[in-house]
């Protein structure tokens, strides 16, 4: 399900979504009109523009919160043309949940990969608000090397060990070291059993470093 | 009717009798010169008359004015006494004449001094100050009449021209008592002079004692007309100078009288005091060290020629200078405290601000505590207020001195209530340090303006920047990215085995790319308009065509700086927007031309009017972007209706 208030936008999405595989049950222009058919519908995932009628300012995300509160188990994946960084980690933070710039759209593989995890309750958030958390903990993430942040970047942005494998041509197994030696390095302990979990324990800990150095 | 008043006719009537009298004795004595010194007399006369006329109106129970009457009285007393005697002496006459009378009014010329010495010991409110006062008023009126009466009766001759005439109470030596009686009249004089003194001292009012530093000045009259009359009987060896200094006199005391009584604010008495006192000073110090250096210099040099006296003047004028500005600086101190703690204090200050240890700002608390007048203001003059203000911008009301620098006024220096004007000198001094005030404070708040001015600007900038992000993000990207998803879809409908008509699918994809990029070109207008490229004539001209109202176009710019026309261009192009969007109007002109003074830019439209430069309007930030550049935009309205924009754009030469 698409609310989206571009119709070119729109409609392009929804082709393309057609075309890979997923059947869209619904596009709707504002916020009101895919709240109901959200509601109606009860899709798997729901895309949604972040800024869109009747205020072109949030109502994307106030519309995610409502959605997350009344349909726990639909996945949301909020499009945007610009980076917030806050917005967007409180709302991953929450779960089923995603993140990403509209142009990401373009890149189908790593596009549908993040609407299959959100689906399915996991999460995902742009590359670029993840590299903007990499530089603020910059300080913190010292201990790592250049692969450990590699890994710890695309664990934040809520890829699986086994998308991790796929992503840096690594094995499983590879990646795995990798984690384990990444959450013992910033004493995050044991977490690898929840997917979900271990993305929230990354982010925040990124989040409370960056704010440690812009104080 | 208060006695005084009443008095005062009775004088009048007295003064008619005698001036009858006077034209009886000069008809008599048949001289061609006669009407002539009557008239004169009689105008001289009027000065007294009109001053105790005013008096009297001003406060009919106050017996100053009444004794002003009698000095006016006095001048025809005299002249009827003197040209009486004159006519019975002419041999022959048929006046009569009263041997009693001639006898007991020897002492007549005691007129000319008793009604000032009056006036002196009863002013300001017609009743003596104090008991020295009123023992002074019994001495003086009871001398005058001891001394007639004892004159009366004194051995040796009558006064000239009368000395043969017979003496019908005999000759007795008490009439040697009239010398004593004499000096207690003398003395009377003196203490009526010091009464004002006590009383200037008692004084706890500054106005009372303003008023009396007038009486001051009026007694200073006095020896000034005596020294006037010695110089004339030194000089003409008769006493037609004399009797000038007496009407001078009576000119003069009148005149100041009335001024102390009525307007005394309005002069600066302290400074006429100081003048007064210092020149008289001056001129005697002159002549005698003149005198007294001319001799010596002759008895030390043996010469009885003009070298001494050459000598004597040069050094005369040498030390005059300097002398004139001892005597200013110390007479000034004592007699006008105030003033010379003002001037002294700015002075102090001015030295200070020099220094760089003091604010030219500090002028009011400083004049305060110099003047002990701690409710003093000091207003200055700036543009656009029509009150003087205080350093923080308030209005400061009242009357005052005005503070002026080369002829205009910048400011005014109020007294607190109760206290005295400011002398004059005060606010000369004042000038210098009230100029630089002024123009400090018109600089912070020009800088106030231009940090405002600045602030709106860069907001105004952030708010274009946001203006035009949303129009790039929900436009032109908008756009690409659809068309990148739908070549993405066509990609994979190849790769998964289907077929895709190229033809439209290119088409479309082309004409996507077209819009985007005119999106893009008119996000990029926004920023400078690119119609600018061939000059402000050809966008005004672009601009009449794309308006919604009749616009006509007179443009008569030449070439300009690229600045100044895309600023002519907005104030162009946001006019004619408001008019056609508020104004109701009909048709708009647009003329633009250059001046001397810059490039005119004027919107004129037959709208409703009633357009404002405010804050968060166009208007205000076209106001700041024409300010930016050291214009001026105005906004009025036009009879009988519409509305002018105008601009003014310095364009350099």
Redesign the interface.
């Known amino acids: 399900m698409i609310g989206e208030d571009s119709a070119l936008f729109r409609a392009g999405l929804r082709s393309l979504l057609t075309e890979v595989g997923h059947d869209v049950v619904a596009d709707t222009p504002d916020a009101p009109s895919t709240l109901a058919a959200v509601l109606e519908h009860r899709p798997d995932l729901a895309i949604l523009d972040i800024r869109m009628p009747p205020d072109h300012a949030d109502d994307g995300a106030r519309l995610a919160a409502h959605i997350r509160t009344e349909l726990p188990d639909t996945g949301v994946l909020l499009l945007s043309q610009h980076v917030e960084s806050r917005l967007s980690v409180d709302l991953v933070a929450a779960g089923h949940f995603g993140y990403l710039l509209k142009d990401r759209v373009l890149d189908v593989g790593d596009f549908t990969a993040a609407l299959e995890r959100v689906a399915t309750g996991g999460s995902a958030l742009d590359p670029e608000v993840v590299a903007r958390l990499m530089v603020g903990g910059s300080t913190a993430l010292t201990p790592l090397t250049t692969r450990e942040r590699e890994v710890l970047a695309l664990m934040a942005e809520g890829l699986t060990n086994s998308g991790i494998a796929a992503r840096l041509v690594l094995t499983d197994r590879t990646v795995e070291t990798h984690v384990s030696r990444i959450l013992h390095k910033l004493g995050l302990g044991e977490t690898t059993t929840n997917e979900h979990r271990r993305v929230l324990a990354v982010l925040r800990y990124l989040e409370s470093h960056r704010n440690l150095a812009n104080n | 009717m208060p006695w005084a008043r009443r008095t005062t006719f009775l004088l009048w009537g007295v003064s008619v009798a005698l001036l009858a009298l006077t034209v009886v004795a000069v008809r008599d004595l048949a001289e061609p010169a006669g009407t002539w010194i009557v008239g004169g007399t009689v105008l001289a006369s009027l000065v007294p008359f009109a001053a105790g006329w005013l008096a009297t109106r001003h406060d009919p129970a106050n017996w100053v004015g009444t004794w002003l009457t009698a000095a006016g009285t006095n001048i025809l007393l005299q002249m009827a006494h003197g040209n009486w005697a004159d006519a019975l002496a002419a041999a022959p006459s048929d006046l009569p004449g009263s041997a009693a009378l001639l006898n007991l009014t020897q002492g007549v010329w005691m007129g000319w001094f008793v009604p000032f010495a009056m006036v002196l010991l009863l002013f300001p409110d017609g009743r003596p100050a104090d008991r020295r006062a009123r023992r002074t008023v019994v001495a003086l009126l009871g001398s005058v009449v001891a001394f007639n009466a004892l004159l009366a009766v004194a051995p040796g001759p009558l006064m000239p021209p009368l000395e043969d005439w017979p003496r019908p109470f005999g000759v007795h030596w008490v009439g040697y008592g009239s010398i004593p009686a004499l000096l207690v009249f003398y003395g009377s004089l003196v203490m009526a002079a010091l009464a004002t003194r006590r009383r200037y001292r008692a004084a706890s009012d500054e106005v009372a004692r303003a008023r009396l530093r007038w009486m001051f000045l009026t007694c200073l009259t006095v020896p000034a007309t005596i020294l006037l009359c010695w110089t004339g009987y030194l000089l003409t060896g008769t006493p037609v100078v004399a009797l000038g200094g007496l009407i001078a006199m009576n000119f003069a005391i009148p005149a100041a009288t009335l001024v102390a009584m009525l307007r005394h604010e309005l002069y600066d008495v302290d400074r006429a005091v100081v003048a007064a006192t210092v020149y008289p000073l001056l001129a005697f110090g002159v002549v005698a060290a003149h005198a007294g250096l001319s001799a010596a210099l002759a008895l030390a040099l043996g010469a009885g020629s003009t070298v001494p006296a050459v000598l004597a003047t040069v050094v005369v004028v040498v030390l005059l200078l300097p002398a004139r500005a001892l005597l200013l600086r110390v007479l000034g101190a004592r007699l006008h405290p105030r003033r010379a703690r003002g001037v002294d204090a700015l002075r102090v200050l001015v030295g200070e601000v020099h220094a760089g240890t003091a604010q030219p700002e500090r002028l009011e608390p400083v004049l305060q505590e110099a003047l002990r007048d701690p409710g003093l203001r000091v207003g200055y003059r700036r543009p656009g207020r029509p009150m003087p203000v205080d350093v923080d911008g308030e209005p400061v009301p009242g009357d005052g001195v005005p503070i002026r620098l080369s002829g205009s006024d910048i400011g005014v220096i109020v007294p607190g209530p109760g206290h005295p004007r400011v002398p004059a000198d005060v606010a000369r001094e004042a000038a210098l340090l009230a100029e630089s005030v002024r123009l400090r404070g018109e600089l912070s708040q020009a800088l106030v303006e231009v940090d405002a001015s600045r602030e709106r600007l860069l907001r105004a900038g952030y708010e274009e920047r946001r203006r035009l ?1 949303m129009d790039l ?2 436009g032109a ?3 690409l ?6 070549l ?2 066509a990609q ?2 190849v790769a998964s085995g289907g077929s895709v008509a190229l033809d439209p699918l290119v088409d479309d994809a082309v004409e996507e790319l077209a819009l985007a990029v005119r999106e893009l070109r008119e996000i990029a207008h926004g920023l400078r308009p690119s119609c600018l490229d061939d000059g402000l004539g050809p966008a005004l001209e672009s601009l009449s065509r794309s308006s919604a109202l009749p616009l006509h176009v007179s443009y008569s710019g030449g070439d300009l700086p690229d600045h100044v026309s895309v600023t002519a261009y907005y104030v162009a192009s946001e006019g004619v927007t408001n008019a056609v969007k508020h104004s109701g109007a009909r048709s708009v002109a647009l003329d633009v031309r250059r001046t001397d003074d810059g490039l005119h830019v004027a919107v004129h439209d037959d709208g409703a009017g009633g357009a404002r430069i405010a804050g968060g309007t166009g208007l205000a930030m076209l106001h700041d972007r024409v300010r930016a550049l050291g214009g001026r935009l105005s906004v009025t309205d036009r009879q009988p209706a519409g509305t002018s924009l105008v601009a003014v754009i310095p364009c350099g030469s």
Do not use: A, K
Not at chain 2, 481 to 486: C, D, I, K, N
């Open positions: 992000e993000h929900d990207q908008q756009r990215v659809s068309l990148g998803m739908r993405r879809v994979h409908q």
